[in-house]
């Protein structure tokens, strides 16, 4: 078994130090004796693993551990003759070669910890569709614009005094993205479906998500309020005086009757059970039947209404 905490790890030499930790604590976990009781095997990966970590667990044993191992990979490399162990190099230029190497290492660091640091935007947009995709799932194209990194410039001209053709120094420039969004089986309406690394880049860092609500499509008299389906039901007036029955198709596509009860005012509403999609519950409001043309009967009907006071 390789003694490098690195390969024991199973990480690269530029993983950060948050990663380092999420992978041995995924590693001490699997192998943990208490896990494995009696595998041998197991119990000395684990002791491997716990060393590996001392060694490079935190930035001050990491930093010593890389540079010792700099200094090992120096010398192992020099010619074994203890005479000849230097010839050809100077030694403040090994000294310099090695500081200039951990200066661009720490660069490298600043520059992954400024990755972790920096996010781009997310964007939030809804995507429709109808019950019957909501419900079974399926797969819709999107369309959205957003900021990507320049191809040209990489990103690099953001923050600097170049100039770049690509991007006008901006670091990202905007760029229409088609993607295929899944959407699984029984799907709400108002649900959000998340897609990491979707939304704007950011020249400097980590690109923002896109998040998706999903909105099924509400149509023929019905609309959406906070996350139930409200449907509209229209009343001839006298109904909603004397009470009486109506009929109307729900969201599912059945066609119900139901009682309405007598002095019903418009905007009142009723709940009925099962009965929107998903077999959720159905919550009906009242409005009054929409009578611009009035026949001959109505209007002396009305008149004679209106002389009783109603
Ligand atoms: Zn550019």
Redesign the pocket.
């Given at each position: 078994m390789s003694d490098d905490p690195y390969k024991v790890l199973g990480v690269g030499r530029d993983a950060t130090d948050a990663e380092i930790k999420r992978v041995y604590r995924k590693l001490a976990r699997q192998y943990h004796p208490d896990r494995n009781p009696g595998d041998k095997a197991a119990e000395e990966r684990f002791k491997s693993i716990q060393s590996s970590y001392d060694k490079i667990g935190t930035d001050e044993a990491r930093r010593k551990y890389d540079e010792s191992r700099r200094m090992d990979d120096f010398f192992r490399s020099s010619p074994r003759s203890s005479n000849s162990r230097f010839s050809g190099f100077d030694i403040p230029d090994i000294f310099s070669q090695m500081f200039g190497g951990q200066q661009n290492n720490r660069q490298a660091r600043d520059r992954q910890e400024q990755r972790e640091t920096y996010r781009g935007s997310d964007i939030t947009s809804g995507i429709d569709m109808d019950f019957s995709d909501a419900e079974l799932g399926c797969k819709l194209e999107f369309d959205h614009r957003r900021l990507r990194t320049?191809a040209?410039?990489d990103g690099t001209?953001f923050g600097s005094t170049r100039s770049?053709v690509?991007?006008d120094g901006r670091?990202v420039t905007s760029r229409t993205s088609t993607i295929i969004v899944k959407i699984p089986p029984n799907s709400k309406h108002g649900q959000k479906i998340r897609m990491r690394g979707l939304g704007h880049d950011h020249p400097l860092g980590k690109s923002g998500d896109l998040i998706l609500t999903i909105r099924v499509d509400a149509k023929e008299g019905r609309r959406w309020e906070d996350g139930r389906i409200i449907q509209s039901v229209e009343i001839p007036y006298s109904t909603l005086m004397l009470g009486g029955k109506c009929s109307l198709r729900t969201p599912s596509g059945d066609s119900i009757r139901i009682d309405v009860k007598p002095g019903t005012q418009i905007g009142d509403r009723r709940r009925i059970p099962k009965m929107s999609f998903g077999d959720e519950d159905l919550d009906v409001e009242f409005v009054l039947e929409d009578n611009t043309k009035l026949t001959d009967a109505q209007i002396v009907a009305l008149e004679r209404l209106r002389d009783t006071g109603l």
């Amino acid at each position: 078994m390789s003694d490098d905490p690195y390969k024991v790890l199973g990480v690269g030499r530029d993983a950060t130090d948050a990663e380092i930790k999420r992978v041995y604590r995924k590693l001490a976990r699997q192998y943990h004796p208490d896990r494995n009781p009696g595998d041998k095997a197991a119990e000395e990966r684990f002791k491997s693993i716990q060393s590996s970590y001392d060694k490079i667990g935190t930035d001050e044993a990491r930093r010593k551990y890389d540079e010792s191992r700099r200094m090992d990979d120096f010398f192992r490399s020099s010619p074994r003759s203890s005479n000849s162990r230097f010839s050809g190099f100077d030694i403040p230029d090994i000294f310099s070669q090695m500081f200039g190497g951990q200066q661009n290492n720490r660069q490298a660091r600043d520059r992954q910890e400024q990755r972790e640091t920096y996010r781009g935007s997310d964007i939030t947009s809804g995507i429709d569709m109808d019950f019957s995709d909501a419900e079974l799932g399926c797969k819709l194209e999107f369309d959205h614009r957003r900021l990507r990194t320049c191809a040209k410039c990489d990103g690099t001209s953001f923050g600097s005094t170049r100039s770049c053709v690509g991007c006008d120094g901006r670091g990202v420039t905007s760029r229409t993205s088609t993607i295929i969004v899944k959407i699984p089986p029984n799907s709400k309406h108002g649900q959000k479906i998340r897609m990491r690394g979707l939304g704007h880049d950011h020249p400097l860092g980590k690109s923002g998500d896109l998040i998706l609500t999903i909105r099924v499509d509400a149509k023929e008299g019905r609309r959406w309020e906070d996350g139930r389906i409200i449907q509209s039901v229209e009343i001839p007036y006298s109904t909603l005086m004397l009470g009486g029955k109506c009929s109307l198709r729900t969201p599912s596509g059945d066609s119900i009757r139901i009682d309405v009860k007598p002095g019903t005012q418009i905007g009142d509403r009723r709940r009925i059970p099962k009965m929107s999609f998903g077999d959720e519950d159905l919550d009906v409001e009242f409005v009054l039947e929409d009578n611009t043309k009035l026949t001959d009967a109505q209007i002396v009907a009305l008149e004679r209404l209106r002389d009783t006071g109603l």
